[in-house]
């Protein structure tokens, strides 16, 4: 794998929504590569809450504030898409020791479909580590605050789409 390739990391996921958990996996991996790309998975077979040029548009937000990281939308195979950008690295969350077995199998795929690329996993801070987009999901359509998870433009896409009346 070239040198430069290693210097752009992919972090993909479906991000519905983006949190700070994923953030604070961003601001980590903004440190130790030249440039990151979160990749927004369209992921039609998970039927995503938010649509995804919602699901893009708030991780731009959340994500402005750092200047080597790029977000894009994708709705193709992450291995086509790896090619596509030149990323030489894959991020991947790890939050519980409960995320690992599926996070392997990801890995074990990904090393099989694209050899050249490497997967790196990370660990967010322990303040983020019970936060899940799910789990927000579920709190905001119940009508629960969730500001203390996501970027303040996220809390208020989710109350806008869960509107109590």
Known sequence: MSLARNRVALYPGTFDPITNGHIDLVARASTLFEKVIVGVAES???GPALPLDERVGLARTALAGYG???VRGFNSLLAHFVHEIGAGVLLRGLRAVSDFEYEFQLASMNRHLIPDVETLFLTPAEQHSFISSSLVREV???GGDVSGFVHPAVAQALSTRWKRS
Do not use: D, F, S
Request: hydrophobic share 35%.
């Open 44 to 46: 039609p077979g998970k």
């Open 68 to 70: 080597n990281v790029e």
């Open 140 to 142: 905001a359509r119940l």
